[in-house]
């Protein structure tokens, strides 16, 4: 396959690092090389995160500016300030769903709106689409499947070379008995929601 | 996937740290003790949360120093050891680690040493491959999740045999990668051993270290000419011009030759670093015009090869630290693809990333979060002792109370750091000195200092942050905490009878929550001199309910939103307040009902949670 890296940016306590290993494992057992990279430490305090999956034979755990074949956003943001690491003509998928930063709770900075950031993404790539994340993410009735519903879309794209099946097949095999029914609904309606756009 | 169970030939998905610790299983450790620091905290709670299946014995020693100690002992019992830390805490452990490379350690030794390159989670990005030449240790440094295991296997093989301690030195991105490892083998954790008494060897004093240094040096040279042949250090690709690389680096290099096959070079990769192959490095370096020396921070190899150079009257261009490739921070692959244009004289690709205008996006620096008991004291403390105090910070997520609105860290030197050096700032300065440390830290090595304080008659007000827990790195335990949570352990050790026994008489002990009896004991101390210490208690919301089950009982909620509200959440910063225009609001889901806002505020009431 042509290698592809991904690169993830979100906000600490979002899942995350669990959506970056949980894709790396979804490739791995459909036999695809894979290094993945994750900063911990400051992060869980609500700081920004940012994590790699590296496809196709990479060595490098990292992905420096301009390299990322496709950012998967977990926040709008966060999506926006990670686009320097976006390669020209590279993709973007992202949560519509906001988190408010402290200063921007406090008042003291103004969340920009999403047309903003919209406008910004376009700038860089006509490629991008936002997900309703969260929306459908209640739609489960747990909410922390948010990031689910991203990776459902991701797979539904046909960016790589793995199906929601595989995917699907991943959520039975490596989550909880009692989360997987909800990460399975979440995964297909984010499917869907890119099959619709 | 468990590292315990699973036989030779499993192929899975690990963290470079959980690699490790899979490593040492193979080669039969017994014997692991660790002070938790990030990058390198994943190898040590790996082996806690597998203690109870594995027949290894496991320690969070109190400070590196005696983690590095207590190893080095059992090492010289004979059982094959590991000591686990990140770089800063290598200085402090660096006493008996270059004694322990004096005497040798019969057993094994390897020490983990994750440096963080780039600051990740550090106060400092020092390069810890000047400590395997201060002290004499053969060195490992993986670059892939499939080596942390096999050098970490290999390095307690070859550190028994060499009866020297062996380094594993690892960078930030090494410790959290993840790759594919396949598992070898596991060994039965040798956790007896017999000691041979040796007095002339094992004693040192003077005469014995004196005989020991020359003994370890005649050693590392025996070493040095296995490290010439070994497999770990290899050479690929032709051509006149070189590159030679470590560590991370290899991996940024190996995926530019791959992407660029354009860019022809011979290349010498070196897993096995130290004692400096310099019969190999010559072997490569003689029919080259020129190289380039690929290692993040210290032109460490750089110098050796130009040593070598010099020594052997080699005229080739060496090339290492320069604009593309600076002695700060991390390298990446467009680091290695420049350097390498450069060396070969062609263009160098343009930096092509998207450019966005970032300068009006809102900041998300970490902070502390909703319910943190250290949000309350430092409220207090301020509101008491405002600008007119400098505050003495230490390392933990306490240091997060550096940003405004808190400001409360004035300065920082590291571990155990704010009771000694509040100490000295007392002495200099007119203004009081408020000194803040964590309950880890203080037994880390707070402790010392307070004893310090009180022989040297300091005047100093210490507030000790016990939340019960080391939060920062991720609910590690530690003396100070209730052991009955964690199996085996019943009992703690209480701080108060400490500091008391320290020889402080001016103790308070109240709740970290509690706002009133707060500003009661800081007005008391504050009208007092000398060294005077206030324990301020309450457990770290997020290990209450992920460790000790607790459940939240109430939450907060605005009655009235008006000016005292908006006051109320410019003072506190607590994450589950937002604003609408001006009007106030507390999320309901991030709220962890620690109540301090109901105290300082009238227009905020407290509910039962879930109502």
């Not at chain 2, 990005?125 to 892939?144: H, I, K, M, N």
């Not at chain 2, 490569?284 to 290692?295: A, H, P, S, T």
Request: with cysteine.
């Amino acid at each position: 396959m042509k290698p592809i890296r991904i690169f993830f940016a979100g906000v600490g306590g979002q899942g995350t690092l669990t959506a970056t290993r949980l894709l790396a494992e979804t490739a791995l057992d459909s036999g695809i090389e894979v290094t993945a990279g994750e900063i911990h430490g400051m992060a869980q305090r609500g700081g920004v995160v940012h994590s790699f999956v590296l496809l196709g034979g990479y060595l490098s755990p990292k992905i420096s500016m301009g390299e990322a074949d496709i950012l998967l956003g977990f926040e709008p943001v966060e999506s926006l300030r990670a686009l320097p690491y976006l390669r020209p003509g590279g993709r973007v998928l992202a949560s519509d769903a906001p988190i408010p930063t402290l200063s921007v709770s406090m008042g003291r900075e103004t969340y920009p709106s999403m047309e903003n950031i919209k406008e910004g993404i376009g700038k860089c790539t006509e490629k991008f689409f936002f997900i309703p994340c969260m929306e459908l993410a209640k739609k489960t009735g747990i909410v922390q499947t948010a990031n689910t519903v991203l990776l459902g879309a991701f797979f539904a794209a046909g960016y790589l070379p793995l199906s929601l099946e595989d995917f699907l097949q991943s959520i039975e095999k490596r989550l909880a008995p009692r989360l997987v029914e909800s990460n399975l609904q979440a995964a297909r309606l984010g499917a869907e929601f890119m099959a619709s756009v | 996937m468990n590292l315990l169970d699973s036989g030779p030939g499993t192929r899975s998905l690990l963290l470079g740290n959980e690699a490790i610790v899979r490593g040492a299983l193979e080669a039969g450790v017994g014997f692991i003790s660790c002070y938790p620091g990030t990058p390198s905290s994943e190898v040590p709670d790996t082996f806690f949360r597998l203690s109870k299946h594995g027949d290894y014995h496991f320690e969070y020693s109190i400070n590196e120093k005696v983690a590095m100690e207590v190893a080095g002992g059992a090492s010289l019992g004979g059982v094959p050891s590991l000591v686990t830390m990140k770089h800063v805490g290598v200085n402090v452990a660096a006493d008996p680690m270059v004694t322990l490379a004096h005497i040798g350690t019969p057993g094994g030794l390897v020490i983990l040493c994750a440096d963080d390159p780039g600051c990740h989670s550090s106060q400092n990005e020092q390069d810890s491959r000047y400590y395997v030449r201060l002290a004499g240790l053969p060195c490992f440094e993986p670059s892939t999740a499939q080596e942390c295991k096999d050098m970490t296997r290999e390095a307690f093989e070859l550190s028994a045999r060499w009866q020297q301690p062996v380094m594993l030195r690892t960078t930030t991105r090494v410790n959290h990668m993840r790759g594919p490892v396949v598992f070898g083998p596991l060994s039965p954790a040798r956790t007896k051993g017999a000691f041979a008494r040796e007095p002339q060897r094992f004693v040192s004093v003077p005469a014995v270290g004196r005989v020991r240094h020359r003994a370890l040096l005649a050693n590392l040279e025996t070493i040095r000419e296995e490290v010439n042949r070994s497999a770990w250090n290899k050479i690929y690709g032709q051509g006149k011009t070189g590159v030679i690389a470590s560590g991370v680096s290899r991996a940024y290099l190996g995926d530019v030759l791959k992407l660029q096959p354009e860019l022809m070079v011979k290349v010498l990769e070196l897993g096995l670093c130290y004692p400096f192959p310099d019969d190999l490095v010559y072997n490569f370096l003689e029919n080259l015009d020129r190289v380039l020396i690929l290692e993040e921070l210290e032109p460490i190899m750089e110098n050796e090869v130009r040593r070598i150079c010099q020594q052997k009257g080699l005229a080739i261009q060496v090339r290492g630290k320069d604009k593309d490739l600076p002695l700060w921070d991390e390298y990446s692959t467009s680091m290695v693809s420049t350097a390498l244009h450069r060396l070969l004289n062609l263009d160098a690709p343009v930096e092509t990333g998207c450019s966005v205008d970032q300068s009006n996006l809102p900041g998300r620096p970490p902070n502390l979060c909703a319910g943190c008991p250290h949000r309350s004291v430092y409220v207090q403390v301020r509101k008491i002792f405002g600008d007119n105090a400098v505050y003495s910070s230490d390392i933990g997520c306490y240091t997060l109370g550096m940003l405004p609105p808190l400001k409360t860290a004035d300065f920082l030197l590291c571990m155990g750091s704010s009771v000694s050096t509040g100490c000295g700032m007392s002495k200099a300065i007119d203004d009081p000195v408020v000194a803040f440390i964590g309950d880890s830290t203080f037994f880390h090595s707070g402790i010392t200092g307070l004893i310090n304080a009180v022989y040297n008659k300091h005047d100093l007000f210490l507030i000790i942050l016990d939340n019960r827990t080391t939060a920062m790195t991720g609910h590690q335990p530690h003396p100070g905490v209730d052991q009955a949570v964690f199996e085996g352990k019943p009992g703690r050790i209480e701080i108060e009878p400490l500091v008391r026994a320290s020889g402080v008489n001016e103790v308070r002990r109240i709740k970290a929550l509690n706002q009133k009896a707060l500003s009661m004991a800081i007005e008391e101390l504050k009208k007092i001199s000398g060294v005077r210490v206030l324990i301020a208690e309450d457990p770290c919301p997020l290990f209450a309910r992920k460790v000790l089950g607790q459940k939240r009982t109430k939450k907060a909620r605005v009655a009235v939103s008006d000016q005292a509200a908006l006051e109320c959440v410019r003072t506190l910063a607590c994450p589950a307040f937002y604003l609408e225009g001006e009007e106030v609001h507390i999320n309901p889901v991030h709220c962890a009902g620690c109540m301090v806002c109901v105290q300082l505020c009238p227009s905020l009431k407290p509910e039962t949670a879930g109502s």
